[in-house]
């Protein structure tokens, strides 16, 4: 008899799968009140993005919110970023986006944001999640129970503000740059047109800016679905493209060209134009390419690392009092001056202001960095085979050093390659790189090789 | 038996006290039971009254019903009457009404109307119930979610078509005090001062259902405590009370007096048969037999039913609508045929203003001019294991009179009746006694001491 398949997720990350039939508005409103148990009486702010699920989610959310007694402020469709500079503004005591960020249409999940508008560490996220499973929630009486207010206005303007305090304006808008952009249809459509047009002065060509409308592409921006972008950049003669996920916490650039960047680069060229306005270490995770570090040394400047994913990079960006950090292959950029989070927008401005600065192409900065060539893969392994996989790669590369706090990555004199087992699936991810394409895939071979023999 | 009860979950829906009764999780549920029992697809209207648990039974339901797959059409804070009006004016499939009408603000509910406004029926009632409890519900694909459309504005529609029933012009000679009970009424009737001029003092109006000014009971008792000490130094020529959700309605007249909510069917009988002779009036058991004294003179015939709405409803599908005069319970609940057999206290109170304009009749002259009957009620606690022994005994010791044995026990002789019942909310045994005249004291100690002796 086949599997049926199980298209949902609960655990330390939040909860988060296929609405209809996994995701259901019940477990949403548990969840909800979950949550307003344990920040406890106060503020919380709830947004979303385009999803045609995303209203009937919050509603939910907002039940359990306000049957924990908590008091909720609907913010509306807003990026993921935006609320989370949202809760941290208002002094709220935490904040949920209803947003599967750059999954396909049919998920949607619940984010949760800590009264700093951080997502929660691993410690919290494990109390919270014991917490749901107890079930034990504050159950406010009519007396306790608060309402629900609005604010549909407040939220961009707080996010550009955070933002215009580190770019010269003055400078970007004398430029009147010609910018492409493609929100996906997604929760930063409306906001993306606003701070691209109105605030930095730029001849704006945009597609997919309907937010009522389903995503005409697959959701995460990258050279595969970003092909309007560029075709847009090329047919508008834009001196830059901008694509979005659904929830606007990703970027993705596209160079005069049409050519869609790699993201690793994107962020090295942001990290390049972080250091320049404010002193500071760097954090990226282990799969982020070494260019960063190469970056980071220009400045003077040291590179942390850390297993991947966004709340793992935001923890040490806090512990090390980072500048700028982010995730490469991902398409994250994290600016603490304006918040700890993956923010589009910090990118799009710092990107605009550079070039209005240097009076250089996009891709002449691209061109600039060194060059470096990456690949990255997945294989499928039986489950009880992981060990002796790590095992077998690491005797393929005897006497490399290696660092073994997210997966195992193998450091070369001239390259590395790093393989980490899946949270989500009963995959390993495999990435590699190295300086010259020849040595890359001698690298990437043995990797496959060495996984595929034991 | 003996803790308090915190919620009840039944054919009516689901009421509790909120936080430690009614949770969200009950709210989703049963919402989306609902949503899976209606028709696919269909806009369902939803409603509330002025409870602050309302906010959030509301959002639990919307999700519900969208993640179902309907659209839902939000009238936020309205009576339950407009909410039935609205499922009916704009053709919706069904409706949800959050709300616990006359019980105390701690206390909230949910109850459900299909298409045209009318209430579920048992069958009906009894299988969104066991959807309920199989918690197997049909959620919709992604592409499929319902959407939520907010409408503020159904008061008026509703007003129009009160004012195409009653002559609201002859009833501004009026000057009529209302006790809101900070309920839904006050939005009405301020909508209903500015459109049509009539002159109403609305006390105890604000809306913003943490604490109610007093407990939202429709009772002779209540109306006693602020409605009708004010009615002569406000001068006005008649009061009204209501719940929360403005199904039922009490009275105070001209000279301060409060007057039995068991009145208010008799009275509006006498109002509404001379129009429709030959129709019936339906009742429950344990109202007044001045309905019957009233219905006799119109020549008209009187239904009685088990207590309880689902009981009345059930009684009221029985018969073709044109058959029905009106239909009540000495609760203050009334149903009119013109307004689709829902308990509406705004019509209530329109009619008895227009009976007063009709017969050019001040308030206490009309309520004084009905006969005296006495009426003695009392609970008690009981063991349920007992019960049936217990109401053999008191048959057999009333063996004279004509015995109706479809709720409980009740009991008639000529001018004399009595009715011993289990509540259907609380766990008591409730003791009816009424008699044409004087109170029937000897009687009524007599079946309490009877009951208090199987406790």
Not at chain 1, 56 to 67: D, K
Not at chain 1, 209 to 224: I, M, S, T
């Amino acid at each position: 008899m086949p599997r049926r398949e199980h298209l949902l997720k609960i655990g330390v990350s939040g909860i988060r799968g296929v609405v209809g039939d996994f995701l259901t508005p019940s477990l949403a409103c548990a969840f909800g009140q979950a949550f307003g148990t344990y920040i406890g009486r106060g503020r919380v702010i709830v947004g979303r993005d385009t999803r045609m699920t995303g209203q009937m989610l919050q509603h939910a959310v907002s039940c359990g919110l306000l049957a924990a007694g908590s008091e909720v402020v609907d913010v509306g469709v807003l990026p993921t970023p935006t609320i989370q500079i949202y809760v941290a503004d208002t002094g709220a005591r935490g904040g949920i986006a209803l947003t599967a960020s750059h999954n396909p249409p049919e998920y949607n999940a619940l984010k949760l944001f800590n009264s700093e508008g951080l997502f929660f560490n691993q410690y919290e996220r494990g109390e919270l999640i014991d917490l749901y499973h107890q079930s034990q929630f504050r159950r406010a009486a009519n007396s306790e129970i608060r309402g629900i207010t609005q604010d549909y206005e407040s939220g961009p303007k707080r996010h550009f503000e955070r933002i215009l305090r580190h770019v010269d304006v003055e400078a970007i808008r004398r430029r009147r740059f010609r910018v492409a952009l493609d929100s996906v249809n997604g929760a930063g459509s409306a906001m993306s047109c606003q701070f691209l047009e109105q605030i930095l002065g730029c001849d704006l060509r945009a597609i997919w800016v309907d937010p009522g409308k389903p995503f005409p592409r697959e959701a995460e921006p990258k050279p595969e679905s970003l092909t309007e972008l560029a075709a847009l950049v090329q047919r508008e003669g834009c001196e830059i493209g901008f694509g979005q996920d659904p929830d606007g916490d990703r970027l993705a650039v596209c160079d005069e060209n049409g050519r869609v960047l790699d993201n690793d680069d994107v962020l090295a060229l942001v990290v390049d134009a972080a250091l320049a306005l404010h002193a500071g270490d760097v954090v990226v995770n282990l799969t982020t390419s070494s260019v960063v570090e190469d970056v980071a040394r220009r400045h003077g400047r040291q590179v942390f690392r850390t297993p991947v994913g966004e709340a793992n990079v935001v923890e040490r960006m806090r512990a090390v009092k980072a500048a700028i950090g982010g995730e490469g292959s991902n398409g994250g950029i994290i600016f603490p001056a304006v918040h700890l989070c993956r923010d589009s927008y910090t990118g799009m401005a710092f990107l605009i202001h550079r070039m209005a600065q240097t009076g250089k192409s996009i891709s002449q900065m691209a061109a600039e960095l060194p060059k470096y060539h990456r690949r990255l893969g997945k294989v499928s392994y039986e489950h009880g085979r992981l060990g002796m996989l790590m095992q077998s790669l690491e005797q393929a590369f005897p006497g490399v050093p290696a660092d073994r706090t997210d997966g195992l990555k193998l450091l070369l004199d001239d390259g590395w390659v790093h393989v980490r087992a899946s949270n989500t699936e009963p995959l390993l991810r495999l990435a590699a790189e190295a300086r010259s394409a020849g040595r890359l895939e001698e690298l990437y071979g043995r990797v496959v090789q060495a996984l595929q023999q034991s | 038996m003996n803790e308090p009860q915190l919620l009840r979950i039944s054919h009516v829906g689901v009421r509790g006290v909120v936080g430690p009764g009614l949770t969200a999780s009950h709210v989703l549920d049963f919402a989306s039971a609902f949503g899976t029992f209606l028709a696919p697809k269909v806009p369902v209207v939803l409603g509330r009254d002025t409870r602050a648990s309302g906010v959030m039974i509301r959002e639990g339901v919307v999700a519900a019903l969208l993640a179902t797959g309907h659209d839902v059409i939000d009238l936020g804070v309205v009576s339950t009457p407009v909410i039935q009006h609205t499922i009916s004016r704009i053709g919706a499939g069904g409706g949800v009404s959050i709300g616990a009408s006359h019980n105390a603000a701690e206390w909230n509910a949910l109850k459900f109307f299909g298409p045209n406004g009318i209430y579920l029926s048992t069958a009906e009632a009894s299988e969104l119930l066991d959807i309920y409890h199989l918690k197997k519900f049909d959620f919709v694909g992604w592409t499929e979610v319902g959407k939520l459309c907010l409408q503020d504005n159904a008061i008026d529609p509703y007003l129009d078509d009160l004012a195409q029933v009653f002559d609201l012009e002859s009833l501004r000679q009026f000057k009529v005090l209302v006790d809101c009970c900070n309920g839904t009424s006050a939005l009405i009737l301020r909508r209903m001062k500015e459109h049509f001029g009539l002159n109403l003092i609305l006390i105890n109006e604000k809306t913003e259902g943490v604490d109610f000014a007093h407990d939202p009971a429709i009772s002779r008792e209540t109306v006693g405590l602020q409605l009708a000490p004010l009615m002569q130094p406000v001068g006005a020529d008649a009061g009204f009370l209501f719940d929360a959700d403005s199904d039922r309605v009490a009275i105070a007249t001209e000279e301060g007096n409060p007057v039995s909510e068991e009145m208010i069917l008799p009275i509006l009988a006498d109002y509404v048969l001379p129009r429709v002779p030959g129709r019936l009036v339906i009742t429950n058991i344990s109202t007044t037999a001045l309905v019957e004294e009233v219905a006799a003179r119109h020549g008209a015939k009187v239904v009685r039913a088990p207590v309880g709405r689902q009981a009345a409803i059930d009684a009221l599908t029985g018969y073709r609508p044109e058959q029905v005069a009106l239909a009540g319970e000495g609760t203050g609940a009334v149903m009119m045929p013109q307004f689709r057999f829902v308990y509406d206290g705004i019509a209530s109170m329109l009619a008895i203003l227009s009976m007063m304009a009709e017969r050019k009749a001040r308030l206490s002259e009309i309520v004084n001019a009905y006969p005296r009957y006495s009426m003695l009620k009392g609970q008690l606690p009981f063991a349920s294991r007992r019960l049936p022994e217990l109401l053999m005994e008191i048959q057999m010791a009333y063996s004279d009179g004509h015995v109706t044995s479809i709720d409980g026990l009740r009991v008639d002789w000529p001018d004399r009746w009595f009715h011993v019942r289990v509540s259907q909310t609380e766990p008591v045994v409730r003791v009816i006694c009424e008699q044409r005249g004087d109170p029937p004291v000897t009687l009524f100690e007599d079946l309490m001491g009877r009951v208090r002796s199987y406790v």
